[in-house]
């Protein structure tokens, strides 16, 4: 696996806070978010659903980042293997 540092970037702008999360190259999902304080993985999929992790180490979400399939390290790391909530996106 390759040294690899990916994480979401915050660009204020006029008091506004802008989340720039890694588009994902996949047929299952579309975005990903991780927080590192809560240890929380947020994976919106080609549906529009978004789902939230709990308890995803670091090192699991950059292995997502960095995995040749996304989907199918999703399903092997973490699919059924940490609790989930889906969350309402939010209304703009």
């Known amino acids: ?3 690899v540092a ?3 970037v915050d660009i204020t ?3 506004y806070v802008i989340r720039i999360m890694p588009r994902m190259q996949s047929s ?3 975005n990903v978010d991780y927080d590192e304080d809560a240890a929380e993985l947020d994976v919106t999929f080609v549906s529009g659903k978004i789902y939230r ?3 995803v180490p670091l090192a699991t979400y950059v292995d997502l ?3 040749e399939s996304h989907g199918g390290f999703f ?3 973490i699919k059924d293997i940490f ?3 889906e969350v309402k996106p939010r209304r703009r």
């Open 1 to 3: 696996m390759a040294d």
């Open 13 to 15: 702008v006029r008091s």
């Open 83 to 85: 609790p989930f909530v």
């Open 53 to 55: 992790y709990f308890g």
């Open 28 to 30: 299952v999902m579309t």
């Open 75 to 77: 399903n092997e790391s």
């Open 6 to 8: 990916v994480t979401a």
């Open 65 to 67: 980042l960095d995995a």
